[in-house]
């Protein structure tokens, strides 16, 4: 379905004033969802983290059968013993790079890519609103990001499995659990990590409103996350990285101990709350206010 196809649709299932109710925003929701996800370039960036979890498995295998077999990070060695804390890794790997810049295309394209195709002043045509239109793309954007985690996840699952025995894992912390246990742990992980990517949404949908280009938009917002990356590396930043939306990513790994530790995770939730509220506002600001001539 393209845009074209999607305003007249969009305007026939919810006219007048039922674009005031939920089911009006719902409908608005399922066509962001469905353009997101149709797009060539989503599929080819959800192919991208899917090879990511198989490459990590392959080279640990290949590692483990050759003299050096067992050493590296705790991850890692872990993934030897068993092909469950595969999903672990690769999460561990992917979040601090390859899931923010996957997620930062389609956030940074969101508004901006509609300008630049000439849809957006035809979509606002139709009665759903400003706001409305907003509240969509940045939920399609979350629904991304959990797209995006889960892929990760249960090719990491299978991956884990093929190359890896599987059974009871022992935690980080020394403690071992059952393997219906650990893969509820892998669920709340995947969760948290997918939520630690709700600031950036709102970051990329906020710098999709200041410009007309996706290109533009989608550049900035990763170059974006790259900086950030770098000034977290810094210890002579320490007094401002905690306030940095990438510091806490990697916490998911207390949830990894008996009993789980909340504190970071908390932090890192709370951090994403925040920038959401303050960048979520900011793009309401900019696209509420914004002469719309594309």
């Not at 403690?175 to 650990?182: D, H, M, S, V, Y």
């Not at 970071?264 to 600001?285: C, E, P, T």
Request: with cysteine.
């Amino acid at each position: 379905m393209s845009r074209a196809e999607a305003v007249p649709a969009l305007a026939a299932v919810a006219p007048g004033r039922r674009s005031q109710t939920a089911a009006g925003f719902l409908a608005l929701f399922r066509n962001e969802l469905l353009l997101t996800f149709r797009r060539m370039r989503t599929i080819v960036l959800l192919g991208i983290v899917a090879v990511l979890p198989v490459l990590i498995g392959v080279v640990v295998k290949i590692n483990t059968d050759g003299a050096r077999g067992g050493e590296g990070p705790a991850f890692i060695a872990q993934v030897t013993q068993n092909g469950l804390f595969l999903v672990f890794t690769a999460l561990a790997v992917a979040l601090p790079v390859f899931l923010p810049m996957t997620v930062g295309v389609v956030a940074g394209d969101s508004v901006a890519g509609e300008a630049a195709t000439g849809t957006l002043r035809y979509l606002l045509v139709a009665p759903a609103g400003r706001t409305r239109l907003l509240a969509a793309k940045f939920t399609a954007g979350l629904a991304f990001c959990l797209a995006a985690t889960v892929t990760v996840a249960l090719s990491a699952v299978i991956a884990g499995t093929v190359l890896f025995p599987v059974g009871d894992v022992t935690l980080i912390s020394g403690e071992t659990i059952g393997l219906g246990a650990a893969l509820l742990r892998a669920v709340l992980v995947a969760a948290v990590v997918a939520a630690s990517l709700a600031g950036l949404v709102a970051i990329g949908l906020f710098v999709s409103t200041l410009t007309g280009s996706g290109i533009a938009a989608m550049a900035a917002t990763v170059g974006l996350v790259v900086t950030v990356q770098i000034l977290d590396a810094f210890p002579q930043l320490h007094a401002i990285q905690p306030f940095l939306f990438t510091h806490h990513w990697l916490t998911f790994g207390d949830l990894l101990r008996e009993p789980m530790y909340w504190d970071g995770v908390l932090k890192n939730l709370g951090l994403q709350a925040a920038y959401v509220a303050v960048f979520g506002s900011a793009a309401w600001s900019r696209f509420t206010a914004r002469d719309i001539t594309a």
